[in-house]
């Protein structure tokens, strides 16, 4: 299969989709392709200053490097390395030669084909919340994570048509053995689901763990697979400047298989980036630059993202803030930057509430609306984010998924007109002050003609209060308790099923004898 991929013209239908016994309605699954044009804040001078700043970093400032045989390569290709310190600096020309090598576009294919993604162009795809260590339901309140908790919002990402892939570990069971788990979340993840999910980048061996795992599950060889991608995987810079071994050896791990990393800085204005918000992507484009750059040195067209995730924090306290009108705005420029190198982009949709309420939506809205404005491939953190991403909400998901319905129902559509959309006819058989209910062109469209919501209740105030007068987080529990209570796994092959199993005991044992010696 190619890398390569071709932009479609695809675009999705409103209809109702079933994914449970107690269905819901819901958009049917697909990607999203916009034809709308992606909003570009800065002209292109200011796109220059911001470039020239961010080669100004990588040449006098550089990157501290903690991999040995990163140092050794940059060293090869002609970088400054101070062995002494670990900075390596590198000219402009040449980390712009190395990511020139580096595809526009890929495909990614899980164990169902039928989820395939396109990565880059015109494509926009939604994740799972990712990484937290706490969970928070209106049921059992703030707790910290376990593994059923992490089985459950797997089976809500996978009952939701608008989620397109998991990010590494939606949750981080505390009740599993921190060396082991992941080999546990893999599991439980492609048992649960069949869609795109991302491995854990600490070092190599969890990549190569998610890597022969995927393998099983979909019946290839480790070569078919790197022929046939279906991996990510998301590695953070320790901003500022800093490219740890474990990020470096699971970036480089990936590349070696086939597979897809995301580059993202963790780049918060005030605290590990200047307060500026020039500066602080001036920052983030070195960052990302460099460590594409490391990636493509190794492996060349291996498949990268550059990966945006500038935000602030409040000066009063020190905590990180999310969904700030800076965050909007660096979220869109971090696209203009993206498409300067051509490489596909991810971005976050995300808040610093702590509970589902108002603030978190209005935050969630800020992010993703300039995530996607910004045209950003990858939405991470779409659905399920709370406190700064110390906590994976249950009600938050559904709320989420809810917000993301809308944005796929905007963006994938234009109005279409023409002589029947415009509906003269029907506009002349009403008589003045009459209504349309009725008319033949309303009979025609009207289970199809208007988006269908999950969440949102229209009810009359009457008909609303003695329904139990039930808000919008309230209504959330009572949909994602039902989709868990009635989800069925999607199939897959036993033989599979039981190779992937062996597979897991056999590493448990192999990781504790290690452990122990």
Not at 55 to 62: D, N
Not at 193 to 213: H, N, Q, T, W, Y
Not at 424 to 434: A, E, F, K, R
Not at 463 to 472: H, K, N, T, V
Request: net charge negative; charged share 20%; hydrophobic share 40%.
């Amino acid at each position: 299969m190619s890398r390569q991929t071709k932009r479609t013209s695809r675009r999705r239908k409103v209809r109702t989709s079933r994914s449970s016994k107690k269905a819901f309605p819901q958009l049917p699954w697909a990607e999203i392709h916009t034809s709308y044009s992606a909003l570009e804040p800065l002209e292109d001078k200011d796109l220059d200053l911001i470039h020239d700043a961010s080669m100004t970093i990588l040449e006098q400032h550089g990157i501290e490097v903690l991999s040995q045989q990163v140092k050794e390569r940059f060293e090869e290709v002609g970088a400054n390395v101070n062995w002494s310190s670990g900075i390596v600096r590198i000219d402009r020309d040449k980390i712009l030669e190395i990511i020139d090598s580096a595809p526009s576009s890929f495909t990614l294919t899980p164990r169902n084909p039928n989820r395939q993604l396109e990565i880059g162009g015109d494509q926009i795809h939604f994740g799972m919340v990712s990484g937290p260590p706490n969970v928070h339901d209106f049921i059992r309140g703030r707790r910290p994570a376990n593994f059923k908790d992490y089985q459950s919002l797997v089976k809500l990402g996978q009952a939701f048509n608008a989620i397109h892939f998991f990010g590494n570990q939606t949750i981080a069971p505390i009740d599993l053995h921190p060396n082991t788990r992941h080999l546990d979340t893999y599991r439980s993840t492609l048992m649960l689901s069949d869609k795109v999910f991302a491995a854990v980048p600490l070092g190599r061996d969890r990549i190569r763990d998610a890597v022969e795992m995927v393998a099983l599950a979909r019946g290839l060889s480790l070569k078919e697979l790197a022929l046939s991608p279906s991996l990510l995987g998301n590695i953070n810079i320790n901003s500022p400047r800093k490219l740890d071994e474990a990020m470096s050896d699971a970036a480089l791990a990936l590349a070696e298989y086939g597979q897809a990393t995301i580059v993202t800085p963790f780049t918060l204005m005030g605290a590990m980036a200047p307060v500026t918000l020039g500066a602080a992507l001036a920052q983030q484009n070195a960052e990302a630059l460099f460590s594409i750059a490391m990636i493509q040195l190794f492996f060349p067209g291996s498949l990268v993202v550059y990966g945006g995730f500038t935000s602030n924090v409040d000066m009063r306290s020190g905590a990180p803030t999310f969904g700030t009108p800076e965050n909007g705005k660096a979220n869109l420029v971090g696209g203009q930057l993206a498409r300067r190198y051509g490489i596909p982009y991810r971005s976050s949709g995300c808040n610093a509430s702590n509970i589902a309420d108002a603030q978190a939506v209005y935050e969630t809205q800020m992010s993703c609306w300039s995530a996607m404005l910004g045209r950003a491939n990858l939405l991470y953190h779409a659905a399920g984010w709370l406190e700064g991403g110390l906590v994976a909400s249950f009600e938050k998901v559904v709320i989420d998924v809810e917000i993301l319905q809308h944005m796929s129902s905007f963006f994938s559509t234009t109005p279409t007109i023409n002589q029947e959309e415009l509906a003269l006819d029907s506009i002349g058989s009403v008589v003045p002050g009459g209504h349309f209910f009725g008319t033949k062109h309303t009979l025609e469209r009207y289970e199809t003609a208007f988006y269908n919501p999950i969440l949102s209740d229209w009810q009359n105030n009457e008909s609303w209060a003695e329904s139990g007068s039930r808000d919008a987080t309230r209504r959330a529990t009572d949909i994602w308790q039902s989709i868990i209570e009635d989800f069925e796994a999607p199939e897959l092959d036993q033989g599979r099923q039981d190779a992937i199993n062996e597979y897991v005991d056999a590493r448990k044992q192999e990781i504790q004898s290690n452990n122990d010696s």
